[in-house]
């Protein structure tokens, strides 16, 4: 069992940063595919940002490429998402999810708020 724990999100001016963290335990990070997802107000849960365990390529949602990165620290077991240029619509609650062929564990959340 994968336990994930989000931290970072908070309430930041559009065009400002921040920086989730994704710390895991139960197994290593180099062993699982590692995604970010976001749920905003009255919206499903969407996919935001990736990466493979097996190539360490990240993959993105349209609507954050080349605003956020994803990446991860082995030596800490976490997983990072730098969130830059951030606007209105990237409110939501984001998730950490880790797993193998499908997202099988899941994080409590971190809530990030842009405001204008």
């Known amino acids: 069992q994968v336990q994930l724990v989000e931290s970072g999100g908070g309430l930041v001016q559009a065009g400002g940063s921040l920086r989730l963290s994704c710390a895991a335990s139960?197994?290593?990070?180099?062993?699982?595919?590692m995604a970010w997802f976001r749920q905003a107000p009255g919206k499903e849960r969407e996919f935001t940002a990736g990466?493979?365990?097996?190539?360490?390529?990240?993959t993105y949602a349209d609507s954050v490429k080349g605003r956020f990165t994803i990446s991860r620290v082995s030596a800490k077991n976490t997983v990072y998402l730098q969130m830059n240029s951030l606007n209105s619509e990237d409110t939501a609650v984001y998730y950490c999810?880790?797993?193998?062929?499908?997202?099988?564990?899941w994080g409590q959340g971190t809530q990030v708020t842009v405001s204008s």
């Open positions: 990466i493979s365990w097996s190539d360490s390529r990240p």
């Open positions: 139960g197994h290593t990070i180099d062993e699982l595919n």
């Open positions: 999810a880790a797993g193998w062929n499908q997202y099988s564990s």
